[in-house]
């Protein structure tokens, strides 16, 4: 049953700051997401320090489907479904690798790194009297890829603009995700993380796009301090009165929670570990001479819709939450060391890191306590007709000089970030914008 | 006695010994003695549990990840502290209300020839465990894997000096890790 525009309207209430419990139970609602956001949004990939070489590739996933990529002959960095056409076997079962094809063990259809076909079994023999063309059956492919600081996007629409997508949030994804001097290259520490929990995908993505008003969630973690300094809590704190943290949303359905600092606030973060004080220091005063007044901005969480979500400080880290079923999601994720930095340093925020986020993180394992029983506790058939409320911070919309094209809030506990994303949200669910007929 | 019978004695003491230690672990942590259990852990522990990859044959050596890479969790006393800490304050929502925990461990090795320790020797000890876990009304875990401890003979009698915690599984099948191995 199709999800018609006035059926979304009724769901997403930018009026009344009220959005209906079904977008995050109905089924019907999930199979009409696989189309219209999954099918057409930009999703991310992964990091080019995850395929270094021609021959490396790493397993990834866009929506619920499983895509290959790799670095090609060319250097070319290519993602395309990992199901074989002759029968659809997955072609890669390695969740990372390095080899010169992929060969399919059903029946030995062969693909180069770059998707083209190589071999079908009995070619010869079976297939000359037809017009088999060669170049019409290699891996499907994804319409565009793009690359913003080493972070890999995808997307199924060929009518896609990367730039266009971003908009001004891209100055999110742009300072995060540069080394702390504000040149250099950042790189995955290893392996990803992938857990799985009973929630719907998109309470995930609102908790990162900047949920302002769940302090009492991590009450016992920041009581207990895990943060990079000697204190209680779980990143350093600004050491100015100067310096804030504004929320930024954006009408591309992107938000997030940005620090300004004060420019004569030293930033005595990482005091747990002195070496890497030490380089954050060092970075930090080429980072102002590199980057001039962007240098104070400092993404510290967001989301880039639909599913992507990024810590841009402390921790550094991208999650992206795919889902597998309406009240089934599997996080992926990964954390971000400068590619430069000393080993020692790595060494320190690989253990700050897995601390704070992940199945084992001291924070994220309150989060996701709540994302499982808000989702289960909304299933209900009484519990589901009546709304839930977004309307904190409504009318207190304002801008801030700093962050061109960013709709903020006035008390900074706002939920403004969290109706930007729905409300993108139902621009895409809207049954007159379907791309693929 | 010969040399040989004094040996094997000496095994099956040591073996016996190692088991009841795990066992009177087990029974504390599972009894929600957390703090106790703390206990058990010398003050240089480290408490790895890294994460598993699906690699091809070639590289099936591979399929742990190795000691810098990520990990579930890789924590010193002070950080498993920290947890057991964050359990106790009462509101981490993750534990409130408390998972209900089963452990079991068997396939308890040692070296065979494993002599008498003294104070301050170490011990490498291998086991399998199976972790069962429930939480509210029908939230299950089952995990199931092997773990390598060093124990460190301190005060007559055992520290844990070292634990690895390897699991059977590449994506974590459970929604969170508050348990402990």
């Given amino acids: ?437 | 006695m010969s040399a040989t019978d004094s040996d094997r004695l000496n095994y099956l003491y040591l073996v016996r010994e190692v088991e009841d230690f795990f066992y009177e672990e087990m029974e504390i942590l599972d009894d929600r003695q957390f703090e106790r259990w703390l206990d058990f852990f010398s003050e240089d522990v480290r408490y790895w549990m890294p994460m598993r990859k699906n690699m091809a044959f070639r590289d099936r050596e591979r399929d742990i990840t190795g000691s810098t890479d990520v990990a579930w969790i890789d924590d010193d006393k002070i950080s498993l502290t920290k947890r057991v800490k964050q359990i106790l304050t009462g509101i981490h929502w993750a534990e409130e209300p408390l998972s209900r925990v089963s452990h079991l461990i068997s396939n308890i090795r040692i070296a065979r020839d494993a002599a008498a320790l003294t104070e301050g020797d170490e011990l490498e000890v291998r086991s399998n465990f199976l972790l069962h876990r429930n939480r509210l009304e029908t939230e299950t875990d089952f995990l199931a894997g092997r773990r390598i401890d060093v124990l460190r003979r301190t005060g007559g009698r055992f520290l844990i000096a070292k634990r690895t915690i390897i699991i059977d599984q590449s994506v974590l099948l459970a929604k969170n890790l508050t348990f402990f191995f």
């Fill in chain 1, 1 to 437: 049953m199709g999800i018609s525009t006035p059926m979304i309207q009724n769901l997403v209430n930018g009026q009344r700051g009220e959005i209906s419990r079904e977008i995050f139970v109905n089924e019907d609602i999930y199979q009409q997401e696989r189309e219209r956001v999954f099918g057409r949004a930009w999703l991310y990939i992964g990091h080019e320090s995850q395929v270094k070489e021609p021959g490396d590739f790493v397993l990834s996933r866009m929506g619920e489907e499983s895509v290959i990529m790799t670095r090609d002959r060319a250097g070319a960095v290519q993602v395309m479904l990992n199901s074989c056409r002759h029968r659809g076997m997955r072609v890669c079962r390695y969740d990372e690798g390095h080899t010169e094809k992929f060969y399919c063990p059903y029946h030995g259809w062969a693909y180069n790194l770059d998707g083209a076909l190589s071999h079908v079994t009995e070619f010869d023999t079976e297939y000359k009297r037809q017009d088999f063309k060669w170049e019409e059956w290699g891996l499907i492919k994804v319409a565009k890829i793009a690359i913003l600081q080493g972070t890999i996007w995808a997307t199924w629409d060929p009518k896609a603009d990367f730039d266009a997508y971003l908009g001004n949030a891209r100055q999110m994804i742009d300072l995060s995700f540069r080394a702390w001097d504000g040149e250099g290259e950042v790189e995955v520490i290893g392996t990803t993380q992938k857990w799985i929990i009973p929630s719907n995908w998109k309470i995930v993505a609102e908790n990162f796009a900047g949920d302002m008003l769940h302090v009492v969630s991590h009450r016992s973690v920041d009581i207990v301090g895990i943060g990079p300094n000697k204190a209680a809590g779980r990143r350093d704190a600004s050491s100015s009165g100067n310096s804030s943290y504004v929320q930024a949303s954006y009408p591309e359905g992107h938000a997030g929670v940005i620090g300004l600092f004060d420019k004569d606030d030293p930033r005595p973060d990482y005091s747990a570990s002195p070496a890497t004080a030490e380089y954050f220091q060092r970075c930090y005063a080429k980072r102002k001479k590199a980057l001039g007044n962007e240098a104070f901005i400092s993404p510290a969480v967001g989301s880039i819709f639909p599913n992507m979500s990024f810590h841009g400080n402390q921790p550094r880290t991208i999650l992206v939450g795919h889902p597998i079923g309406v009240d089934k999601t599997e996080l992926w994720r990964q954390y971000f060391v400068d590619k430069d930095a000393p080993d020692e340093v790595k060494a320190f925020l690989r253990s700050y890191y897995i601390k704070y986020s992940g199945p084992a993180g001291l924070t994220e394992q309150d989060d996701m306590e709540n994302w499982n029983y808000a989702t289960n506790a909304s299933k209900g058939y009484m519990a589901r007709k009546f709304p839930y409320n977004y309307a904190a911070g409504m009318g207190y919309e304002t801008s801030v000089d700093e962050l061109p094209g960013a709709v903020s809030a006035i008390k900074g506990s706002s939920e403004s970030n969290a109706r930007a994303y729905y409300n993108r949200w139902s621009q895409y669910m809207d049954d007159s914008h379907v791309v693929f007929k």
